[in-house]
């Protein structure tokens, strides 16, 4: 069974540019949320999707924007990029919704230049 | 919102040694706790995580334990080997995870 997948796997952007990253969750899996991993550091939730409604939302500023689609597929988006989002972004998958057992995908190495 | 830290953030052992990551939680709500293992470059990984409900887990050479009263949980390595080499995270669960800061296991053959 394919794991969680991410895309891009890298990608370079410009101070004030936006991203758009994506994201499929393991098949069956109904709950995605995405996670930023500065480096040396522990990944920090950013929101929560399950069946497709937003489930939770953590303290980034009102640039990070997500929608999870009806295949259960989410993008993450971010606008007005600062160099202090470059960082690894991390989607997450679970069966069900909040307090359940989440399964990373490998991630989308962003660096904003 | 919840706080998770870790320590230590540096730990070296010899190969075959146990090793030691120790986790604080501050909201009591928090009752789920899954420790990921990060290679270089690579996604964090599931490698063990226990339920509020229950006070140890073991799987082979892992272990997890949690004392709710204090608000601790920690995980136990045994037999450490070369592979165990990894930075490794504790996270609490209530709506969301909080994740502490990680630990750098370095085994020395």
């Known amino acids: 069974d394919a794991g969680v997948t991410q895309s891009p796997t890298h990608l370079i952007k410009t101070r004030g540019q936006q991203v758009t990253l994506r994201c499929s969750p393991i098949s069956g899996h109904k709950s995605v949320s995405w996670y930023q991993q500065v480096l040396g550091q522990g990944p920090q939730f950013i929101f929560q999707?399950?069946?497709?409604?937003?489930?939770g939302r953590g303290n980034f500023p009102d640039r990070f924007s997500a929608r999870q689609f009806p295949n259960y597929s989410s993008e993450l988006n971010v606008n007005a990029l600062l160099l202090g989002d470059s960082a690894l972004y991390l989607c997450?998958?679970?069966?069900?919704?909040?307090?359940?057992?989440?399964?990373f995908g490998e991630g989308s190495w962003l660096t904003v230049v | 919102g919840e706080n998770v830290e870790q320590h230590p953030s540096t730990l070296s052992v010899q190969e075959g040694d146990s090793a030691v990551i120790k986790c604080t939680y501050s909201?009591?709500?928090?009752?789920?706790f899954p420790w990921y293992k990060q290679e270089l470059g690579k996604r964090p990984q599931l490698i063990i995580d226990i339920r509020s409900n229950v006070g140890e887990k073991k799987d082979q050479r892992i272990a997890v334990t949690l004392n709710k009263t204090a608000k601790h949980f920690s995980l136990h390595i045994t037999e450490t080997q070369p592979e165990d080499s990894a930075v490794y995270f504790c996270?609490?669960?209530?709506?969301?995870?909080?994740f502490g800061t990680g630990t750098s296991l370095t085994v020395i053959p």
């Open positions: 909201d009591s709500a928090s009752n789920y």
């Open positions: 997450a998958s679970s069966l069900v919704g909040p307090r359940n057992t989440i399964y």
């Open positions: 996270a609490a669960s209530l709506e969301q995870f909080y």
């Open positions: 999707y399950y069946e497709k409604e937003e489930r």
